[in-house]
Every structure is written in C-alpha cells, then in structure tokens.
C-alpha cells in the first residue's frame, strides 16, 4: 500500500491531465481552436475539470469497480469546519514558513545544483483584469486546495495510516504530494506543507484545518506574483 496508493493518486491526476490534453486535441481536430479562447478562463475551467477527474478516478472509480469504499471519516470530510480550525491556522502558517525556510536552506547547502529560484507555472501567465485576477484566484486559492486536501490528506494519507504508522504515513503523503508539484525548490516547500497539513489532519480529526492552511498558504504566494508585482 506504501507504494500502490501514492502511484495510484500520481496515475489518477495525470490520467486527468491527459484526457483533457485529449479533448483539447479533439476539438482541435474539428476546427475549434482553443488559443482564441480567453485563456485565463480556459485554464480556469480546465483546472476545475483536472481535479473534478481526478477525484472521480481517484477515488469514485475503485469503489464502482472493486467496492473500494472509503467514509466520510476516513476522508475527513465527517463534520464541517469548526472555530478550532479556523483558529490554529495562523499558528500553522508560521511553523510552515519555519519548516519550508530550514528545508530549503538545507537543500542550498547540500544540493550544489538546487536552485530556490526556480519559476513556478502556475498556468495563470496572463492576467491583465480584474475579472482574471479573479478567476486565478478562485483557481488558485480556493478550488486548488479543497481539491488537493481531498487527494491527499483525506483519501491518501486516510487510506495509509490504516496499514503503517501515522509518521511513516505522513512522510510518504509529503513526498509524494511534492513530487507531483514538478520543481525541486517546489516540491520540498510543499513536502514541508503538507508535514504540517498531515498534523492538522490528525490532531483535528479532518481535513478543513488542512484546507483552510493550504488556502492561506496558497494566498500568500497568490499576492506575492499577482498582486505585489
């Protein structure tokens, strides 16, 4: 399961990238050219749709198929977000940046071909309105998280810590949500992340905490490249 369950949510999100990668070949293929979309709402749409399949693949398919049936408690999803969730996020922010700044002074030091200055694609390149500082943020900060807590910290690590220790099942939560994030500067601050989106997870018996840190975390970076730029 330490090996099946990470590849199985690695296979579930690029399965959704391709099918979509697919369909835009497709109407392609009929005379209908993307490029001419606005392309702040395509990506807009496109990342709703990548994590909406992902979700379906991820964790509806195995339950249609071989009643791999996972609970609301298992998921994290068993109660609605409460005070206390809202409340140890910012105290959770902080050992976050903590964590990440000493992974990553680490990784300077070790890896002589780290680069921290790596640029991150976050697939909103063009954003020259309101309206599509908007929708990057609703992409972004608000869709992207939820998304990525159910993944993670609700299917993947619910379904881990059932067959290994709670660390162990953190740990390989981490690196493989990191490795899925593509850039190594990238994936060691979101391995340190979700170290920190695990512990929520555990100590407040679902994901919202982990939701609510990951949208604050999300946030910030989002008005670091688009609003003080």
Not at 133 to 141: G, K, Y
Request: hydrophobic residues 60%.
């Amino acid at each position: 399961m330490a090996i099946f369950l990470p590849v199985w949510v690695f296979v579930g999100i690029y399965t959704a990238q391709y099918m979509l990668f697919g369909l835009l070949l497709l109407l392609d293929s009929f005379g209908i050219n993307v490029a001419n979309f606005d392309q702040t709402i395509l990506n807009t749409i496109l990342m709703a749709l990548v994590y909406l399949l992902s979700l379906i693949i991820v964790i509806v398919l195995p339950y249609k198929i071989i009643k791999d049936k996972i609970n609301k408690i298992e998921l994290g999803v068993n109660r609605l977000p409460s005070w206390t969730d809202i409340l140890v996020t910012p105290a959770a922010l902080i050992i976050y940046f903590i964590l990440s700044s000493v992974l990553i002074l680490l990784a300077t030091q070790i890896l002589p071909w780290f680069d921290v200055n790596q640029a991150q694609d976050t697939g909103f390149n063009q954003v020259n309105s309101n309206f599509e500082i908007i929708l990057a943020f609703i992409s972004l900060v608000l869709i992207a998280p939820i998304a990525e807590e159910i993944l993670f910290r609700g299917y993947l690590f619910g379904k881990l810590k059932k067959y290994m220790p709670i660390w162990f099942a953190a740990v390989i939560t981490s690196v493989t949500f990191g490795f899925v994030h593509g850039a190594w500067n990238l994936a060691i601050d979101t391995f340190a992340l979700s170290l920190i989106l695990c512990t929520l997870r555990e100590m407040t018996g679902s994901i919202w905490s982990s939701v609510l840190l990951h949208m604050a975390k999300n946030g910030v970076a989002f008005y670091i490249l688009f609003i003080n730029f």
